[in-house]
């Protein structure tokens, strides 16, 4: 079993954090917590709770692999959408085949990647 690395994980949840737009102050609140915790979190300094750290991931709409691990696994509800046709350029009509024979190709060639990553 992996041990955690507490500093990698907060220093995942400031990235996300940031890349989302939120300051420390709008993710603790949004998480029930001081804005001081978050920032012993995001410096791996403090350890959370398990419901803390659901608490982030939801408000950082994020998974858990993705913030414990750095490996970001799509959900189900992203590759649906990315399966949906594309009315934007065609009027209401579907766009090529090609866009999910692409997309399929890198799913692929991504599960592969963190297949990799993981066993390094």
Request: positive net charge; proline residues 2%.
């Amino acid at each position: 079993m992996r041990e955690l690395d507490y500093e990698k994980m907060g220093m995942r949840i400031r990235q996300v954090r940031k890349a989302k737009g939120l300051s420390q102050n709008e993710l603790a609140k949004k998480c029930g917590i001081s804005m001081s915790f978050l920032g012993h979190i995001e410096r791996g300094t403090r350890i959370m709770s398990m419901e803390t750290f659901v608490s982030i991931c939801e408000a950082l709409d994020a998974g858990a692999d993705e913030l414990l691990w750095g490996v970001a696994n799509p959900s189900d509800a992203v590759l649906d959408m990315w399966n949906l046709p594309d009315k934007r350029k065609t009027g209401g009509k579907t766009a090529g085949s090609g866009q999910s024979d692409s997309y399929a190709m890198y799913v692929r060639i991504m599960k592969s990647v963190a297949e990799i990553m993981n066993g390094a």
